[in-house]
């Protein structure tokens, strides 16, 4: 009895590990991402403590009402944000430069990475509501970020004040509308902390795979390129109106939120325009004579359109056998000679398990799926796979319906060519035999 019991016990522990191992591994896939979540929170508390300490030496006190307002601020500026997906990931594209330089004008520089770690936590803890584990580290690594690019501005602007020989930090930083070069010290900062924060995103995506760090940050810059032109100049506007009137912020704030809105919809415009552009150009490349040129065009062109970690184009023959090719977007992306692998057995969508995914070759368990059809004829299907959980857009949803049509009746056509071909022989064959 006691062994039974010894030995339910065992089992029971090693459930309760492999469960531990599995949370671990969805919250920190790989090392890298685990010892930069760490290493930026450091970095993070170990800025406001050392300029809260600041403060306190150099007594220099901040008005209750003055941070409550820079806080809102940068609040406000995270809420209005734009999600912009890179592969499984999801990078937040807000106005966070704007909310930076709002603080700036607000409070001394020592108080300003406390003013957005606090408008931070408020302006993302919405998404910690229901939220699993993995979530709410992206969340803490979010805010983390942001508070890391905020002292890097406040120290971008703390230079600048030196060497135009005023570093005096007891004072917000006002501009001049009649001295532009007032404006210089606020437009480095609101770059410092783009490259920063921008950089640490990137650096989050990148971390669950090899080598991809300069590409995603450049997917990331290129998301942001034209809100970070407006964040700039807005950013000004803000400080300028801040040197007039706290107050007039209030009434401004409905502006910049159709501005918001219209910069957020001009970029779902573009990059519904970029989606059609690559998709006629997939569409193009698979006029290949041979199903095997198909299923690598095929795969090519899903790993453009839709940057998934992984593609996959299962055959269905008619004798009931299926065959599916494999490739992972990073090896075709460096044109890897055995890029694309030939699978005899892909795993079916309908019972889609890790297990089941790992057991073909794939790393990617979650899949989006669209059947191969040419009118009552079953091609196959067409596999987007992710590492996470990703929801297609709605652009990308139709453009994922039209490029799975193409697929299945450029894999038709190709059949069709193979069938044309053997009988073409056969009868060569026939008339040399009579």
Same mark, same amino acid.
């Given at each position: 009895?006691?062994?039974?019991?010894?030995?339910?016990?065992?089992?029971?522990?090693?459930?309760?590990?492999?469960?531990?191992?599995?949370?671990?591994?969805?919250?920190? +896939?790989?090392?890298?991402?685990?010892?930069? !979540?760490?290493?930026?929170?450091?970095?993070?508390?170990?800025?406001?403590?050392?300029?809260?300490?600041? %403060?306190?030496?150099?007594?220099?006190?901040?008005?209750?009402?003055?941070?409550?307002?820079?806080?809102?601020?940068?609040?406000?500026?995270?809420?209005?944000?734009?999600?912009?997906?890179?592969?499984?990931?999801?990078?937040?594209?807000?106005?966070?430069?704007?909310?930076?330089?709002?603080?700036?004008? &607000?409070? *001394?520089? +020592?108080?300003? +990475?406390?003013?957005?770690?606090?408008?931070?936590?408020?302006?993302?803890?919405?998404?910690?509501?229901?939220?699993? %584990?993995?979530?709410?580290?992206?969340?803490?690594?979010?805010?983390?970020?942001?508070?890391?690019?905020?002292?890097?501005?406040?120290?971008?602007?703390?230079?600048?004040?030196?060497?135009?020989?005023?570093?005096?930090?007891?004072?917000?930083?006002?501009?001049?509308?009649?001295? *532009?070069?007032?404006?210089?010290?606020?437009?480095?900062?609101?770059?410092?902390? !783009?490259?920063?924060?921008?950089?640490?995103?990137?650096?989050?995506?990148?971390?669950?795979?090899?080598?991809?760090?300069?590409?995603?940050?450049?997917?990331?810059?290129?998301?942001?390129?034209?809100?970070?032109?407006?964040?700039?100049?807005?950013?000004?506007?803000?400080?300028?109106?801040?040197?007039?009137?706290?107050?007039?912020?209030? *009434?401004?704030?409905?502006?910049?939120?159709?501005?918001?809105?219209?910069?957020?919809?001009?970029?779902?415009?573009?990059?519904?325009?970029?989606?059609?552009?690559?998709?006629?150009?997939?569409?193009?490349?698979?006029?290949?004579?041979?199903?095997?040129?198909?299923?690598?065009?095929? &795969?090519?062109?899903?790993?453009?359109?839709?940057?998934?970690?992984?593609?996959?184009?299962?055959?269905?023959? +008619?004798?009931?056998?299926?065959?599916?090719?494999?490739?992972?977007?990073?090896?075709?992306?460096?044109?890897?000679?055995?890029?694309?692998?030939?699978?005899?057995?892909?795993?079916?969508?309908?019972?889609?398990? %890790?297990?089941? %995914?790992?057991?073909?070759?794939?790393?990617?368990?979650?899949?989006?799926?669209?059947?191969?059809?040419?009118?009552?004829?079953?091609?196959?299907?067409?596999?987007?796979?992710?590492?996470?959980?990703?929801?297609?857009?709605?652009?990308?949803?139709?453009?994922?319906?039209?490029?799975?049509?193409?697929?299945?009746?450029?894999?038709?056509?190709?059949?069709?060519?193979?069938?044309?071909?053997?009988?073409?022989?056969?009868?060569?064959?026939?008339?040399?035999?009579?």
């Amino acid at each position: 009895m006691a062994g039974s019991i010894g030995g339910v016990g065992r089992g029971r522990a090693a459930a309760s590990r492999s469960g531990t191992d599995g949370r671990i591994l969805r919250v920190f +896939p790989t090392a890298r991402r685990c010892v930069l !979540f760490y290493l930026v929170i450091a970095a993070a508390v170990a800025a406001v403590v050392s300029y809260l300490t600041v %403060a306190g030496r150099s007594g220099i006190a901040v008005g209750y009402r003055e941070l409550l307002v820079a806080v809102t601020a940068f609040m406000a500026a995270q809420l209005a944000r734009v999600k912009h997906r890179v592969g499984s990931d999801v990078v937040m594209l807000g106005w966070g430069e704007v909310g930076v330089v709002a603080a700036l004008c &607000l409070v *001394p520089a +020592p108080w300003v +990475p406390v003013a957005v770690a606090a408008g931070g936590v408020l302006g993302h803890a919405g998404r910690l509501v229901g939220a699993d %584990a993995a979530t709410r580290t992206r969340v803490v690594y979010g805010v983390s970020a942001l508070t890391a690019g905020g002292a890097v501005a406040t120290v971008v602007v703390a230079v600048a004040a030196v060497v135009a020989g005023a570093a005096d930090t007891a004072e917000p930083v006002s501009v001049d509308i009649e001295r *532009p070069a007032t404006f210089v010290p606020l437009l480095l900062a609101s770059l410092g902390y !783009f490259v920063v924060t921008s950089l640490l995103a990137s650096a989050w995506v990148a971390s669950t795979t090899r080598g991809e760090f300069g590409s995603v940050w450049l997917r990331v810059a290129r998301g942001k390129r034209v809100m970070l032109a407006g964040n700039v100049a807005v950013g000004l506007a803000v400080a300028f109106v801040i040197g007039v009137n706290a107050i007039w912020l209030a *009434p401004l704030a409905p502006v910049l939120w159709v501005l918001h809105l219209g910069y957020a919809h001009q970029m779902r415009s573009a990059q519904e325009r970029d989606t059609w552009v690559a998709l006629a150009e997939a569409t193009r490349g698979l006029n290949q004579l041979d199903e095997g040129g198909v299923a690598k065009a095929a &795969l090519r062109g899903a790993a453009q359109l839709f940057e998934p970690d992984e593609v996959e184009v299962v055959l269905h023959r +008619p004798s009931g056998r299926r065959r599916g090719y494999l490739a992972r977007v990073k090896d075709l992306s460096q044109e890897t000679p055995d890029a694309v692998r030939a699978i005899d057995t892909p795993w079916d969508t309908g019972t889609t398990t %890790a297990a089941a %995914a790992a057991a073909s070759g794939a790393r990617a368990p979650h899949a989006a799926v669209r059947r191969l059809v040419v009118g009552d004829v079953d091609i196959g299907e067409l596999r987007l796979r992710f590492r996470r959980q990703v929801a297609l857009g709605t652009s990308e949803q139709h453009a994922f319906s039209t490029f799975a049509d193409a697929v299945a009746s450029a894999l038709h056509d190709a059949a069709t060519h193979r069938q044309l071909q053997a009988m073409t022989a056969r009868s060569a064959y026939d008339a040399v035999t009579r």
